[in-house]
């Protein structure tokens, strides 16, 4: 089907003994918010990795964006925007340096960046903030800006690593608009938090427990299904049921 | 006397004041909050109530030591886990422990009561090395390491910050444990949804504080009217409230909206009615009490 943008099947992950990601299988849709829950070392990180392109899975296939995560690593990595809380622009940069930079690196000419940096500027209504060094800006707008400039080359899905942590409740939900836009453009998100609320924001959730799969549906469906009210309760229920010491 | 005694406390980097005219107290055994979003200066009162750091102005004390000249007394005296993990990477968990109980002249048999309950499940890995632990086990190790020369005043610096939301409860029964034993706990986190946990909260954004009371004390001054409501199309839900008269802030709250009403007038029911007529199925509009959520993003506008 066309409107499948992240597939895998089986897919797999071991360190030496260690299952960190054990035969998962799903798929995720065209403009879908897709959130990807599950305990501190449950496999979230090992299996984003592969799924962009920067680890080989042990075994089971997976695509993203058209391409092969094994055979064409580099393909999916020009079709995806990445942007974690831990590492997103450069902070001895100036903010129309870094969209520069980013521009460049996935490979949009001069004009185009030129003209495309004045729209983003202006969307997020940071015009007077162009020559402004991002460490100076406050966390909330830096990671506004990152997220934007993580879907300047307008890939077909992108990453998000817990991407709200620490931040303010005001700028966490203004945050979330921009994820919805995105969503609406037509661009998939998929997106990993730690805050439940952000869990009920999206279309659809995974849960992983122990390098599985262990549930995923609409938040709505989750709450049907464990009878509880929140998705705070769904992923208590589900990640109390973890083996796997952390 | 208070445990903690801060009194107009001052700090700037370069151009930016971190703090400004900071003043709190905290009493024994009291467990105090410090909530507030990345930025806001939790980290830098940390520093100076640690004695890590010189107020530019102002004075603060710890046990009734005064942090710039008794900071040597202090550091015996306070336990501290700062933000980013901070033990020795290439030494055990056990070769950790005991190192940081012979820096304060002691031992891990004299006060193993103390830790005993945070140090227990990372026994049978006391021989890897710290740095391979996981993110749970390299907190509990932290905490142990902080306690281990049993000082009366524990400070933790967002201690549960890029924690699941499992451990992150298993933590805060570790320090309600902590409590009991009288020990006076400083914890700064920006989860909101933690503060209902501590005894008093201080509500801290852009080096100030906006408010310093019990949860329950915030909560309850809460002057707005505030309501929940949901159909089955919230983003258009969210820019049709966004827009409405009488109606004054309108923001996710996981599966509702919450919105604050000017219109004393306007009743949940009518404004139910009015959803439904402008083409919104399964609405649902009820009042709702405010969250600490919902405090502090009225206190920061």
Redesign the interface.
């Known amino acids: 089907m066309d409107n499948i943008v992240i597939e895998t099947d089986l897919l797999t992950k071991r360190f030496g003994n260690f299952t960190a990601v054990d035969q998962i299988s799903f798929q995720v849709t065209k403009g879908e918010i897709f959130g990807f829950l ?4 449950a496999g979230k990180t090992t299996a984003m990795r592969m799924l962009c392109g920067l680890s080989i899975p042990t075994s089971g296939t997976g695509t993203v964006a058209g391409y092969d995560i094994t055979k064409q690593s580099e393909m999916v990595k020009r079709n995806i925007g990445y942007m974690s ?1 831990k590492f997103s622009l450069y902070e001895d940069l100036k903010v129309w340096e870094n969209i520069r930079l980013y521009g460049g690196i996935y490979g949009l000419n001069e004009k185009e960046i030129a003209e495309k940096t004045d729209r983003l500027l202006q969307t997020l209504q940071f015009e007077s903030e162009r020559n402004t060094m991002v460490k ?1 800006l ?3 707008w830096k990671q506004k800006l990152a997220f934007s400039v993580a879907i300047f080359h307008e890939p077909k899905i992108v990453f998000l690593d ?1 991407p709200t ?7 966490r ?1 203004q945050f ?2 921009l994820i ?1 836009e995105a969503s ?1 453009r037509g661009i998939t998100v998929f997106v990993t938090t ?4 952000e869990a ?2 999206c279309h659809r959730v995974s849960i992983m427990v122990d390098g599985r799969i262990e549930a995923l549906d609409s ?2 469906n989750l709450k049907q299904q464990y009878g509880v009210k ?3 309760e769904v ?2 229920h589900l ?2 049921t973890a083996k796997r ?2 | 006397m208070a445990a903690i005694s801060v009194n107009k406390i001052s700090k700037s980097y370069r151009n ?1 004041r971190a703090l400004q005219e900071i003043s709190f107290e905290v009493k024994p055994g009291e467990l105090f909050g410090i909530i ?5 200066g939790k980290t830098t009162l940390f520093r100076i109530l640690t004695t890590l750091m010189v107020p530019e102005e102002g004075t603060a004390t710890v046990n009734g030591l005064d942090v710039v000249t008794d900071y040597k007394e202090i550091r015996k005296q306070v336990g501290y886990m700062p933000g980013r993990f901070s033990l020795y990477q290439d030494m055990t968990v056990e070769e950790n422990l005991s190192f940081f109980a012979t820096l304060f002249g002691t031992t891990v048999r004299e006060n193993y009561d103390l830790v005993k309950d945070i140090y227990q ?1 990372l026994e049978k890995f006391k021989t890897r090395r710290a740095g391979k632990l ?4 390299k907190q509990k190790l932290a905490l142990s390491c902080a306690l281990i020369h049993k000082p009366s005043v524990l400070f933790l610096d ?1 201690p549960t ?9 298993d933590f805060w029964e570790m320090l309600r444990r902590l409590k009991k034993q009288g020990i006076t706990i400083v914890v700064s986190t ?3 949804d933690e503060a209902v946990l501590c005894d008093r909260i201080g509500l801290i ?1 852009e080096g100030e504080f906006m408010r310093i009371a019990t949860p329950q004390e915030i909560i309850g001054s809460y002057q707005e009217i505030l309501w929940a409501v949901r159909s089955s199309k919230m ?1 258009a839900l ?1 820019a049709e409230l966004r827009t409405f008269e009488g109606i004054k802030s309108c ?5 509702t909206l919450h919105i604050t009403v000017s219109n004393e007038q306007l009743l949940p029911a009518t404004l139910k009615s009015i959803l439904e007529n402008n083409g919104h199925t399964d609405v649902d509009v009820y009042p709702i009490q405010a969250t600490i ?1 919902d405090c ?2 009225l206190l ?1 506008k």
């Open positions: 599950g305990a501190n070392g809380q100076s406050p966390l909330g817990e942590g620490g931040v303010d409740p005001v700028t939900r979330w608009e919805y609406d730690h805050y439940m609320d009920e924001y938040p709505k929140n998705m705070q992923f208590y990640a109390q010491g952390d | 930016i507030g979003p990345d930025g806001a499940p996981s993110g749970g086990m967002e910050t890029g924690v699941d939301p499992v451990s992150r409860k920006p989860y909101m954004r983003s969210l923001f996710s709250f996981g599966d959520e502090y993003m920061a």
